[in-house]
């Protein structure tokens, strides 16, 4: 039970979630109101068991309590910068960002995979219920990217898919959040998303590529990681006709 909160403050607000900073006499916490689960195909369960494992190593806040009927969940507030905040040359934070992919990946947690492919067909039957001519336009584009999917597990790692450096909170160790749309999947699609989220250059992308093929010994096709980067841009805009259609 936490104390009456003395100050509430909006963090942020996004297509999933909507975050509040509740500060009470002794405690600061975040609380997460989660929405939009079922058009943006998110399992709010899986969500929390990945947090949960991944606070266990010191990558993520700690889960202090969660409902998913009510659609929320409780974690510390950790007065620490992001990324994006701190003052850095842009490669150095590419750095960073390949430090934290390359951890990631290499984390072991016991959850279910699932299928790029059955999400993507999850997102454009939403975009149908709302626009069949934009649907059918984005079905079109997808078209020469699908065999992607077909490599969805091919390399099969924990991915955020989500990782702007927003989400990179700067202490010790660097703890990540919002973890929504992790799950184990191709390790190229998470740096794609990365390199999507955080609108890199050429030349901060090159930095984050060569940093984390040092790190993990993966030696990343530019080539298949630019059909990637294609895919991701794809999506985003499928998320942004869904979540314009919500707003």
């Not at 975040?30 to 929405?35: F, G, I, S």
């Not at 959850?111 to 069949?132: G, K």
């Not at 749309?181 to 999507?196: N, Q």
Request: net charge negative; proline share 4%.
């Amino acid at each position: 039970m936490i104390g009456r909160p003395r100050e509430i403050q909006m963090l942020a607000s996004g297509q999933s979630n909507q975050t509040l900073r509740l500060q009470t006499d002794t405690e600061d916490y975040v609380l997460k109101r989660w929405r939009y689960e079922q058009v943006f195909a998110v399992d709010r369960e899986l969500e929390v068991s990945i947090q949960k494992q991944l606070a266990q190593k010191a990558l993520a806040p700690e889960v202090l309590d969660y409902d998913v009927d009510q659609c929320w969940l409780l974690q510390p507030y950790y007065q620490a910068p992001s990324l994006q905040q701190v003052t850095l040359s842009p490669l150095i934070k590419a750095t960073v960002l390949a430090e934290t992919l390359s951890k990631i990946h290499d984390t072991r947690v016991d959850i279910p995979a699932w299928s790029m492919a059955e999400r993507i067909e999850h997102y454009l039957q939403q975009l149908r219920s709302v626009n069949s001519v934009v649907a059918a336009q984005m079905s079109q584009k997808l078209s020469p990217m699908r065999p992607l999917l077909e490599d969805w597990l091919s390399y099969p790692v924990l991915c955020h898919n989500d990782l702007s450096m927003n989400h990179i909170l700067m202490m010790d160790p660097i703890r990540v959040i919002d973890w929504e749309y992790a799950g184990i999947g191709h390790p190229l699609f998470d740096i794609a998303s990365a390199i999507v989220v955080n609108e890199l250059s050429d030349d901060v992308a090159v930095r984050l590529i060569t940093e984390y093929e040092k790190i993990t010994h993966y030696q990343i096709d530019r080539q298949r990681l630019a059909q990637w980067c294609e895919f991701v841009e794809w999506l985003n805009k499928v998320w942004q006709h869904l979540f314009r259609h919500l707003s």
